[in-house]
T-cell receptor
């Protein structure tokens, strides 16, 4: 089983719908992240969390919200999806080591029509 | 201006070639420098990590950091078709938040 699991892997929805992307990890890491990847723009940070009580905005948090339900679970919500939120979304975890290495899930491809 | 700039490619080379991938950055406070490799339909995986300036070698891969020029490089020797992927540079001031380049798509043909 993957260490960082994202669900769903693919989702097509309509403008205005509420969408939740879920992430769970078995690595025991405290730090969790949500990124989105777009062609030509690379990976951009949406939100990150260092523990259950800590939530921080990234560079593109507008239109998104997150919930850290437990150390192992971090979900991303789009309250009212719009077409320019069509992208590949990645969850990642980071340990307490001094390298800053992130471990990524396989991605969730979201299409907003 | 983006904090991290990376040529998106694509870069197409024959098997056995030496590949050079590069990123420039503007934030002189960056101390941690990484290269991630991303295969199609997969998440990125850490390939190389360097702290501060200098070189690091791991098999066919060499990472270089030149902080005076704000420039990092990844060299791949004896490139193989299995090296075909997107390579993303990433860097950070501390260890808590990585800033990624846009990624360079590499194709190694037999």
């Amino acid at each position: 089983d993957a260490d960082v699991t994202q669900t769903p892997r693919n989702r097509i929805t309509k403008t205005g719908k509420r969408i939740m992307l879920e992430c769970s990890q078995t690595k025991g890491h405290d730090r969790m992240y949500w990124y989105r990847q777009d062609p030509g723009l690379g990976l951009r940070l949406i939100y990150y969390s260092f523990d259950v009580k800590d939530i921080n905005k990234g560079e593109i948090s507008d239109g998104y919200s997150v919930s850290r339900q437990a150390q192992a679970k971090f979900s991303l919500s789009l309250e009212s999806a719009i077409p320019n939120q069509t992208a590949l979304y990645f969850c990642a975890t980071g340990g307490t080591g001094n390298t800053g290495e992130l471990f990524f899930g396989e991605g969730s491809r979201l299409t907003v029509l | 201006q983006k904090e991290v700039e990376q040529d998106p490619g694509p870069l197409s080379v024959p098997e056995g070639a030496i590949v050079s991938l590069n990123c420039t950055y503007s934030n002189s406070a960056f101390q941690y420098f990484m290269w991630y490799r991303q295969y199609s339909r997969k998440g990125p995986e850490l390939l190389m990590y360097t702290y501060s300036s200098g070189n690091k070698e791991d098999g066919r891969f060499t990472a270089q950091v030149d902080k005076s020029s704000k420039y990092i490089s990844l060299f791949i020797r004896d490139s193989q078709p299995s090296d075909s992927a997107t390579y993303l540079c990433a860097m950070s001031v501390g260890t808590d938040k990585l800033i990624f380049g846009t990624g360079t798509r590499l194709q190694v043909f037999p």
